[in-house]
């Protein structure tokens, strides 16, 4: 399951919507918006995503990491919309018989997520105007 959403993510009950008898390893990533970047104050963020391709995208990400690495569950949620220093941006994760492949692949699900998808972020600062931060498609994908 990815979804983008304009609500405050729910860690604890996505967390509970992976639980599974069959899994003994859950893994999750959260991304949270921090206060600074490049010797910067950052206030806050802004999020806008194209939304059918990013939606269609997500989910053959999600799956390329059920194909690629034995997980059983993978879901990632990410906001779109304004955000405020502290609140929760994106979440992923995966739940596997094992921790190996779960760890494997929570790590592909947000570099994929990071790097594929038409998501676009805006950094408000506390000294200077707004402005878009480049993507991460142009660096390079950790192996």
């Not at 921090?34 to 010797?39: G, I, Q, S, T, V």
């Not at 806008?48 to 194909?67: C, D, F, H, M, W």
């Amino acid at each position: 399951m990815f979804r983008l959403t304009d609500a405050a993510i729910d860690p604890a009950d996505l967390r509970q919507q992976m639980r599974s008898s069959d899994c003994g390893g859950f893994v999750s990533f959260e991304g949270w918006v921090r206060d600074h970047h490049n010797d910067r104050t950052v206030t806050g963020l802004s999020y806008q995503a194209y939304r059918p391709l990013a939606e269609k995208e997500g989910q053959r990400i999600l799956a390329e990491a059920r194909a690629q690495f034995a997980i059983d569950r993978a879901a990632c949620q990410h906001r779109v919309g304004d955000l405020a220093v502290g609140e929760l941006a994106v979440w992923v994760g995966t739940a596997a018989a094992h921790r190996d492949p779960a760890f494997a692949a929570c790590r592909y699900i947000i570099d994929q997520i990071k790097h594929r998808l038409p998501i676009w972020k805006k950094e408000h600062y506390a000294d200077a105007p707004a402005a878009w931060v480049a993507s991460n498609a142009s660096q390079p994908l950790a192996p």
